[in-house]
């Protein structure tokens, strides 16, 4: 005869309960440990910067990665964040051996080492920050250049890019609006974006992000690419959230693919 199964003291329960609270506590502490060495590390391997828009702006930025690149990339951010949260994966192409730059947009002054931008707030003309950041950029050696851009970033690094068909290889954007107040990627603008395109959003969004990044894929010229994640993350939040990785992955392979560190050859 079977002996009867005893089941678990409650006490004991309990302290099986405690204890996985407590080490998926300290793991969590480990975690937020590390990513701020990885930061404070990425900080001090960086330079503040400052360079003025054509329009007469003072913009703050930062520079990540080898000063002899021949690949750069510029970061524009979202709002309402600034620069700052575009740091960590700023040293993650940093070690993938780009020069990447990251700036606040006109009248984003944060302070610190997320520096202060001036003048007025006025995303109707951020797409001009994006061409100074991307002057800036090309004067201090990369050749070759990639424009990323979150939310209204994403949208002001295509309007830049449609200035410049000729001299932006790679462009990507997360959660990017078709227009959003007095700044609008339409099909004429998107039919002067020569680059390689890469359209990025959460399903989940909102905002309606997947719809808009539909919408900027379907009014673009080749190379191009659409992909939507199952999450309800916008902006830079996708680089950190529940697809994180995958979406981190999947803008490295592209920008290696349309963007690569090293200069193709020339052949013989």
Same mark, same amino acid.
Request: some cysteine; glycine content about 8%.
């Given at each position: 005869?079977?002996?009867?199964?005893?089941?678990?003291?409650?006490?004991?329960?309990?302290?099986?309960?405690? =204890?996985?609270?407590?080490?998926?506590?300290?793991?969590?502490?480990?975690?937020?440990?590390?990513?701020?060495?990885?930061?404070?590390?990425?900080?001090?391997?960086?330079?503040?910067?400052?360079?003025? *828009?054509?329009?007469?702006?003072?913009?703050?930025?930062?520079?990540?990665?080898?000063?002899?690149?021949? =690949?750069?990339?510029?970061?524009?951010?979202?709002?309402?964040?600034?620069?700052?949260?575009?740091?960590?994966?700023?040293?993650?192409?940093?070690?993938?051996?780009?020069?990447?730059?990251?700036?606040?947009?006109?009248?984003?002054?944060?302070?610190?080492?997320?520096?202060?931008?001036?003048?007025?707030?006025?995303?109707?003309?951020?797409?001009?920050?994006?061409?100074?950041?991307?002057?800036?950029?090309?004067?201090?050696?990369?050749?070759?250049?990639?424009?990323?851009?979150?939310?209204?970033?994403?949208?002001?690094?295509?309007?830049?890019?449609?200035?410049?068909?000729?001299?932006?290889?790679?462009?990507?954007?997360?959660?990017?609006?078709?227009?959003?107040?007095?700044? *609008?990627?339409?099909?004429?603008?998107?039919?002067?974006?020569?680059?390689?395109?890469?359209?990025?959003?959460?399903?989940?969004?909102?905002?309606?992000?997947? =719809?808009?990044?539909?919408?900027?894929?379907?009014?673009?010229?080749?190379?191009?690419?659409?992909?939507?994640?199952?999450?309800?993350?916008?902006?830079?939040?996708?680089?950190?959230?529940?697809?994180?990785?995958?979406?981190?992955?999947?803008?490295?392979?592209?920008?290696?693919?349309?963007?690569?560190?090293?200069?193709?050859?020339?052949?013989?």
């Amino acid at each position: 005869m079977r002996a009867p199964v005893r089941s678990r003291p409650p006490r004991l329960a309990a302290r099986v309960v405690v =204890a996985v609270i407590a080490v998926a506590a300290v793991s969590t502490s480990v975690s937020c440990n590390q990513a701020n060495e990885i930061r404070t590390q990425a900080l001090q391997d960086s330079e503040a910067i400052t360079f003025t *828009t054509s329009d007469g702006v003072r913009l703050a930025g930062r520079l990540f990665g080898p000063d002899t690149a021949t =690949a750069g990339v510029v970061l524009a951010h979202m709002l309402p964040s600034d620069q700052s949260s575009w740091f960590d994966f700023a040293d993650r192409l940093a070690r993938d051996g780009y020069r990447v730059l990251t700036f606040d947009f006109r009248g984003y002054c944060p302070g610190g080492d997320a520096g202060c931008s001036k003048g007025q707030k006025d995303i109707a003309s951020i797409w001009k920050d994006v061409l100074a950041a991307e002057a800036y950029l090309h004067d201090q050696g990369p050749t070759r250049l990639g424009l990323i851009g979150a939310s209204m970033g994403g949208t002001a690094s295509l309007v830049a890019a449609s200035k410049q068909p000729d001299g932006i290889e790679a462009a990507i954007t997360l959660s990017a609006p078709v227009t959003i107040e007095g700044l *609008t990627a339409g099909p004429d603008v998107m039919a002067l974006v020569a680059a390689a395109k890469l359209f990025i959003a959460g399903d989940e969004d909102p905002t309606g992000a997947a =719809a808009s990044a539909q919408q900027l894929y379907d009014e673009s010229l080749q190379p191009k690419r659409v992909q939507t994640f199952t999450t309800a993350d916008h902006g830079t939040d996708l680089l950190s959230g529940n697809q994180g990785e995958q979406v981190r992955s999947l803008i490295q392979t592209w920008l290696a693919q349309y963007l690569p560190t090293a200069a193709p050859s020339a052949g013989p």
